[in-house]
């Protein structure tokens, strides 16, 4: 008997992965097993990133005594989370109310995280009122097959609206009656 060996270097994909290298053996049947249970001559796969126990065993033929159940733990890693980043929105200018500070990131790996202090994260895009430079944070949250990804950084501003003046007008027809008027 030549023992199955453990794939190693495994990272998720989303397909099917072959968790070990066949064993051999002479006079009799290599069989493997993900639940320890049922066991048949096909090489265990997996998809999601964990970690699996692969059983084997040796089924022999008449002239050879079988191989008792032995175990292999092998693991597939989580792949790193891609995303598309978020970007600065462009032009913003006080208006006295809230804005979107940044259009939106995508990822298909878990959740984008958005946060004005680099503490407290949310799924909300944040927003500012005031006019002045704005620090958004953003993150991935990542599922079970994948790897967050750490902490990032845009500066945004809103830049301060122009006043604008609406010069008094003079009233006119206004006679003197020694009285103050309006």
Do not use: C, W
């Amino acid at each position: 008997l030549t023992a199955p060996t453990a794939k190693t270097e495994l990272v998720y994909t989303g397909e099917a992965q072959a968790l070990v290298e066949a064993g051999t053996v002479t006079g009799g049947e290599l069989q493997y097993s993900l639940d320890g249970e049922t066991f048949t001559t096909e090489i265990p796969t997996g998809i999601n990133a964990g970690e699996y126990t692969v059983s084997y065993k040796v089924v022999a033929d008449a002239n050879h005594n079988d191989v008792e159940v032995a175990q292999i733990a092998v693991s597939i890693a989580p792949a790193d989370a891609t995303l598309t980043a978020p970007t600065a929105k462009d032009n913003l200018v006080y208006t006295g109310e809230a804005q979107e500070l940044i259009n939106a990131g995508t990822t298909e790996d878990g959740e984008m995280q958005y946060s004005l202090d680099g503490e407290t994260y949310a799924t909300a895009i944040p927003t500012g009122t005031d006019a002045g430079e704005y620090t958004v944070y953003f993150k991935v949250v990542a599922d079970a097959n994948h790897n967050d990804v750490a902490a990032t950084q845009i500066v945004v501003t809103i830049a301060k609206a122009d006043v604008v003046l609406t010069a008094p007008t003079a009233k006119t027809e206004l006679v003197y009656t020694g009285e103050a008027q309006a």
